[in-house]
């Protein structure tokens, strides 16, 4: 197989979503349903996750996932690494078990795939609906390896993606996984670090999972916009210890303490990776430039 099939199939593979659909990890709206997977949640506060309806089902699924996703990682991530050079940090802050969020910076729409090969556990992403279309063979292949690899759909119609985002999240760490989160809802447009989505401290506030900051580096570079033919150059990942949210601990049903939590993680994520930080979304900024295309 060629280097070009192998890069192209590396990023399919991984390439999970162009970022977070913009909607999806905007809090619920005030005094709302906040709806736990498979039932409606009490008003306003944090949500009691209920267990999933058939336990054993659900551990063959996880089972499952994280066999074939350690199958492809095994053929991905040397092929990975040998185009570009991974130099990772901090993996040891990824705690070996329980449910957990990865929160991001985003550069690339590879980003996804570098996360993939650095940490130590499966990560899930959600990928965008259009992703999982099985009109042609090809697609339904495509869409049935995101599916085994356990990455989620949704749907980014207005007043759908928000939700539903939430639910999957919800479900995902309940069972004790990794989810992976860029909570600046779009590629930075121009390599600084912007605002995060209140949504992240609402899911790790809701939930108690630990919030890993990550930091990716390197990752513009490979396929910037408007470029066909990938550059094979270093990239960084390093891991930060876990964000201490303890002084908002069971405020998620309040804006204020999810914007001061955000912003935590957010800190965190920037002394990683060295970014400048800008009070700003980054979703804005590009409507203003005029930087359209697929969302991500």
């Not at 690494?81 to 910076?105: C, D, F, Q, S």
């Amino acid at each position: 197989m060629s280097l070009a099939c192998v890069t192209h199939a590396t990023i399919l593979l991984f390439r999970a979503p162009a970022g977070n659909p913009p909607e999806a990890f905007a809090p619920p709206r005030p005094g709302g349903p906040l709806r736990g997977p498979g039932k409606v949640g009490e008003r306003g506060g944090a949500v009691e996750i209920p267990a999933t309806a058939n336990p054993h089902h659900a551990r063959r699924r996880v089972h499952f996932m994280v066999s074939l996703y350690g199958a492809a990682k095994a053929v991905v991530a040397p092929a990975t690494r040998m185009m570009w050079p991974v130099k990772a940090e901090g993996a040891h802050h990824v705690p070996r078990t329980g449910g957990l969020i990865l929160a991001a910076n985003h550069l690339a729409l590879i980003d996804p795939l570098f996360i993939g090969v650095a940490c130590p556990r499966p990560v899930r992403f959600i990928a965008k609906q259009e992703l999982f279309d099985e009109g042609t063979l090809p697609r339904r292949t495509f869409a049935r390896v995101l599916r085994g690899l356990g990455q989620l759909s949704v749907d980014r119609r207005p007043g759908q993606s928000a939700q539903e985002a939430m639910d999957n999240s919800l479900e995902v760490l309940e069972r004790g996984e990794v989810f992976g989160i860029f909570p600046e809802g779009t590629r930075s447009p121009d390599g600084r670090l912007y605002k995060g989505q209140t949504g992240l401290a609402w899911l790790a506030l809701t939930t108690g999972v630990p919030v890993v900051p990550v930091a990716l580096a390197g990752t513009e570079r490979i396929l910037p916009q408007g470029r066909k033919v990938p550059s094979f150059n270093r990239v960084g990942v390093r891991f930060g210890e876990p964000v201490d949210l303890s002084p908002w601990k069971g405020r998620a049903d309040r804006a204020k303490p999810r914007r001061e939590a955000t912003d935590a993680i957010m800190e965190a994520i920037a002394k990683l990776s060295g970014q400048e930080r800008v009070a700003r979304y980054a979703a804005s900024v590009k409507a203003e430039l005029g930087q359209g295309g697929p969302r991500g």
